[in-house]
């Protein structure tokens, strides 16, 4: 089975940046196999949306919200995904939790992280 552990978060100024990092360990194959990664995020009193996606080919998917401010980036041989936020907002504000998954539509059933905390102030 595939365990997956998120780091980097902390508070940062509104303009700020910060990068996360998401180390994906355990894995066997598949249905195990993390091929798609993903960062989600889950403000109070919101739905957890995706934020950004990568997969094993380098296809990057994003949310509307981060286009143009966050970047997906991976280390296939580390099993490591990172976000590299820029240009954060208070709206940025939200427990961001990794995600990884055979595919990048089956997330729901894949393994995820504990998550990690991110403050953006004004």
């Known amino acids: 089975q595939v365990q997956v552990a998120e780091s980097g978060g902390g508070s940062v100024q509104a303009g700020g940046s910060l990068r996360l990092s998401c180390s994906a360990s355990g894995y066997s194959g598949y249905p195990y196999s993390i091929d798609c990664m993903g960062w989600f995020r889950q403000a109070p009193g919101k739905e957890r949306e995706e934020v950004a996606s990568i997969y094993i080919n380098g296809y990057t998917s994003y949310a509307d919200s981060v286009k143009g401010r966050f970047t997906i980036s991976q280390d296939k041989a580390k099993k490591t995904v990172y976000l590299q936020m820029s240009s954060l907002k208070p709206e940025d504000t939200a427990i961001y939790y990794c995600?990884?998954?055979?595919?990048?539509?089956?997330?729901?059933?894949?393994?995820w992280g504990q998550g990690t905390q991110v403050t953006v102030s004004s």
């Open positions: 995600a990884a998954a055979p595919f990048c539509d089956s997330f729901q059933s894949g393994a």
